[in-house]
């Protein structure tokens, strides 16, 4: 019999498997025509266990995991008020990262994920979620929409001395 799942808030001594998990996602979504250096620099940098030590301690953020077998298979990092492109945003919460690992799409995993860190939002009191996602990331973009986000708009993103556009997604999540 399978082994069931097990979600739960990410916690500072999850820093090192969030981080490579993260880096092999990363790569592993961005990386399709080969490496890079800004691509390399920014899996060294943004996504290194000190970085997410640091996240994982932020007051206004929070981390949701799912495992198996004590295997981290997947982690949304969300940001309370985080700015974003659009002024009514810093109201609600940013969903930094939904990251799945490839040998688990399709799975229900993403939107697991997701949902608890609506619920979480919910409680907190937080108006909406949103993201950005890269205008090429096309399975990410069916992704949100199937989840009920609404594409609002488009932002840029400046990346090793290039700007690449990403649409940016919303949810209400209360009335408010
Ligand atoms: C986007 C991502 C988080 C989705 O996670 P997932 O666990 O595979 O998604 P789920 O299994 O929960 O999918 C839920 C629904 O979303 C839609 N969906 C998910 N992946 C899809 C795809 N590749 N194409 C079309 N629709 C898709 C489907 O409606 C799916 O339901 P179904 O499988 O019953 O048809 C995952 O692909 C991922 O981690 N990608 C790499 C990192 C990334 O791009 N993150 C988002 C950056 S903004």
Request: with cysteine; proline share 5%; net charge negative.
């Amino acid at each position: 019999m399978p082994s069931s799942l097990h979600y739960r808030p990410g916690e500072p001594c999850d820093a090192l498997c969030i981080s490579g998990l993260a880096t092999q996602v990363f790569l592993d979504t961005y990386a399709t025509d080969g490496m890079r250096a800004d691509l390399a620099e920014e899996a060294l940098t943004v996504y290194a266990p000190t970085q997410f030590d640091t996240r994982l301690r932020h007051p206004d953020t929070r981390f949701i995991l799912v495992e198996r077998d004590a295997h981290l298979l997947g982690f949304a990092e969300i940001v309370a008020h985080a700015e974003g492109p659009m002024p009514r945003l810093s109201a609600g919460a940013e969903l930094v990262r939904l990251y799945v690992q490839r040998h688990c799409h399709r799975q229900g995993l993403g939107r697991t994920l997701l949902e608890n860190a609506e619920a979480l939002m919910r409680e907190a009191d937080l108006p909406c979620l949103w993201l950005k996602a890269w205008a090429g990331n096309l399975r990410a973009r069916d992704f949100y929409q199937a989840q009920g986000y609404e594409d609002i708009g488009g932002t840029h993103y400046e990346f090793g001395g290039n700007a690449y556009e990403n649409r940016v997604f919303r949810k209400q999540l209360s009335t408010r």
